[in-house]
């Protein structure tokens, strides 16, 4: 294992790191998403840079492949949650990723309490989970808009035909 690959893990963190390493992160402003990240696009690298540029650390809930099955159907995901947390993890412009199980990441976003909650644009702030939390906490609750055209689901479709 390279100097590297070691790296990249150890950017892959339970939820326990976060309540582990509370006063170290304090300071920090803490932005998190979420989602599958199935078949990583460019809409999706583009989401997580603008989402980067919104505080100090970008933390990302990742959901592990049952709760993709339960959100996508029988034949998600593609990508297996540690080739798909790794993938994450090697971009430069995310910090950290914590796997959940959970068909929300409303238990994860309590944990890590970050300054900044971000989704895409096809969310409105009305149905973000975790966003009334961050909010009563003094967080910001935003969206970042849609790159129209890339989706999962469209590149998996278009493989199939």
Do not use: W
């Not at 989602?35 to 980067?52: I, K, M, S």
């Amino acid at each position: 294992m390279t100097k590297e690959t070691l790296n990249i893990e150890e950017k892959v963190v339970s939820r326990d790191f976060f309540s582990r390493n509370a006063l170290k992160l304090h300071d920090r402003k803490i932005v998190f998403t979420n989602g599958c990240f199935d078949v990583l696009h460019y809409g999706h690298v583009r989401y997580l840079l603008e989402a980067r540029k919104l505080g100090d650390l970008l933390v990302v809930g990742l959901n592990n492949d049952d709760s993709v099955r339960r959100l996508k159907g029988s034949t998600r995901p593609v990508n297996g949650e540690n080739e798909r947390a790794f993938v994450l993890a090697a971009l430069s412009c995310v910090d950290y990723v914590s796997l959940f199980e959970e068909d929300t990441p409303e238990e994860l976003i309590k944990i890590v309490r970050p300054d900044v909650l971000v989704k895409g644009g096809d969310y409105t702030i009305d149905n973000i989970v975790g966003a009334d939390f961050v909010q009563r906490n003094g967080g910001v609750v935003t969206t970042i808009p849609f790159v129209e055209g890339f989706s999962s689901t469209r590149i998996i479709e278009q493989l199939k035909s």
